[in-house]
């Protein structure tokens, strides 16, 4: 078999020795996190010391080594997964390069335990700075487990190249992300200092998406299945109001593996051509299946681009089966549905263009008379700062005025509402029946309100009597610490004297102690979903985080002075048909429609 190993790395030699595979703590888990993998390992935890600097442990319940294996698994080019050059085309398996354990054992101290099934004790390796240190027996569950120690000690340039640990560690989190996701059947640890990171039990695809990516896409995700002879294509693919500015929950992988495809990305977008603004993008985790000898592996060893022999038809039956997909789930604009412009545009936002709005769009109720406005029975509701134009709702009330004729408590202003299942507010109106559901229509307002609120606040800091010191891990720590300047830009004012024990000094006037937490912890919880860049506007993170909590929930009753203040702080915003999330707030029913239902 040494003869077999030393023929491939003859043949490979050149191409292998491109670049080097270890660049970062991120890299090392990659490599033994895919080790275990192909060992078959079902169970599969990673410990994290120091974002890596310190150790990177790698525990799987695997096949394990046996002894003599064990040893040259740190030879270059020693791998059991490849025996002639043939089959570098037919790769199913993760690493076949052979040269990750030899690498990592050169910039580290390395420590290998590791055992077969039925043996009766197992092996210890112990690797420094590429020198073989010790070979002994030792007791230890059947499976391997790596310890990387001391990364790159030997390598004083690379160690100083590192970043901060919040950017190492969401190195490491993407690439352990990128196996997760490719492996639902294996359960998965991640623990950083001690803390749980991630705790992924077995489960199907779309759970353990979800476990990764949040809870959030649980009802945004599409199941896609686009079978042809050249690939298939399995998957998710996310609803049109789910794209969102700078999506990075986009994924390809083939076979298995995770790859980079911006040829792919853009049939993606082309099949959402229409369904979503321009300058929004959708989640997708789509999985192709091919013919290994139609794909190029590039053997270059941080690369994830991978070339395909028939890319320009794959490039079609993604576009057409993914536009397939959204159509069958009727999320494309339905033919009948008299207000298509808002349905190819799912998410108005403030910077974007918005269409003219069609007739419903306008409070069909709004009183020009009417000037006192009581607030909602609890809660800390406040009217929004009315925001009507006055001159368009005049015109509006006067051409709906059909629908107030001579009733005199119309006059009044009130009209005919109910609530239904103390979830949604539905009401006659001149073209039909309008719903609204409460929780989201009051989020929108509340969004609004507090977007102005920041902004009119933008530098006045409430001094707090008491700081208080915020219990977050270490990881949240670092992560606030890297958005300390954001964060004071918006009037949270933090003390770093300790950067794992920040201390909150001043907080935004609008808002008091315990919501400034609550916050806080969205706007980390944020920073985390979103790998480690702030990618939406931190005023944006702040007022949803603010409306969403204070909106009221589905399950409160309304009497009708609520829901008609509802109604008119809800167009008021002038962004009534969705909540900030995209989510569709008010509902129109048209006449028409309903005369279909009785035909
Ligand atoms: P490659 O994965 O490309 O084969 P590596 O340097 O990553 O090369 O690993 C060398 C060899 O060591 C593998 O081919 C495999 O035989 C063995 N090995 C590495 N990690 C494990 C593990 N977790 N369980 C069992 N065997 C392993
Ligand atoms: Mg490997």
Redesign the pocket.
Known sequence: MAEVIKLMSEALANQIAAGEVIQRPASVVK??V???V??G?DKITVNIKDAGRTLIQ?I?N????SEK?ALK?FERH?????YKTDDLFCIY??????????SISSVAEVELK?AQEGDETGTQVIFSGGQFISQSPVSTPK??N?AVKSLFFNVPARRKFLKADSTEFQHIITEFQRVALTHPMIEFYLYHNSQTVYSLPKATLKQRIIAICGKNLNQDLIPVEIDTSIVKITGFTGKPQSAKKRNDKQYFFVNNRYMKNPYFNKAVLLAYEKLISPDTTPPYFLYFEVDPRTIDVNVHPTKTEINFENASDIFKLVQAGIRETLNKNDVAPAIDFDNAEAASLPYFSKDMEIPEMPKENFNPYYNPFESTRTSYSSGNYQPVQEKHNLENWQKLYETEDTFFVSDKSAVEGEKKIIQVKEKYIVSPIKSGLMIIDQYRAHYRVLYNKYLLQIDNNADSIQKLLYPEKLSLDTLSASMLYDLRDEVLSIGFDLDFTDITLPVLKGIPPYIDKNQAVEVLTDIIENYKEEHGNIKTSIKDIVAKSLARRQAIKAGRQLNVQEMNNLIDDLFATGEPNYSPDGKTAVVILTVEELEKKFL
């Not at 695997?62 to 080594?65: T, Y």
């Open positions: 490599e033994l895919e080790n275990s192909d060992a390992a790698v799987d695997g096949c394990g080594m294996d698994s020693a791998t059991s997964k490849i398996t993760k690493g076949f390069r052979g040269e990750a354990l030899a590791t499976g391997t790596f």
